[in-house]
């Protein structure tokens, strides 16, 4: 079983702790950002499943040098399974334009604005395969 980061008590922790993520997202049906806020990491229903949640090395999957996933739910007369063998956008299963900005403005709108999360991803998606993100930050965060 692989231990990784058990018991999570802060967000950042819990961002790096697998465990933490399938339990929440067997809760709330999502790892949205606040899936790490404050309430998420208090709430007793995610923390027992965290504290039940085992985590194996698929080796199959592992040597094939793909990325991907096997969930077993073993609830007392039941048993679930599903199974990712392509992550949704990387390089073999890439994210549509509408998706890349949804998932941007979910995560970056709470901060920015909606106005602002627009601009930026807009100039991120027409900016030239290898620009200097550097200089395009410097360029979005100028007055204009």
Do not use: H
């Amino acid at each position: 079983m692989i231990e990784g980061y058990r018991n999570p008590r802060t967000p950042l922790a819990a961002q790096f702790s697998l465990s933490w993520g399938v339990a929440r997202a067997l809760v709330s049906g999502d790892l949205a950002p606040d899936a790490y806020a404050p309430d998420a990491l208090a709430d007793p229903l995610t923390r027992s499943l965290e504290a039940k949640a085992e985590i194996a090395l698929d080796e199959e999957l592992e040597r094939s040098g793909r990325r991907g996933a096997r969930l077993e739910l073993d609830i007392p007369g039941e048993k679930f399974s599903a199974a990712l063998d392509r992550v949704a956008g990387d390089p073999g299963l890439p994210l549509g334009r509408e998706a890349v900005i949804a998932k941007f403005s979910r995560y970056a709108g709470p901060i920015l604005g909606e106005a602002a999360v627009l601009c930026a991803a807009e100039s991120f998606l027409r900016a030239p395969r290898k620009a200097c993100w550097s200089d395009l930050l410097r360029e979005l965060s100028s007055p204009r």
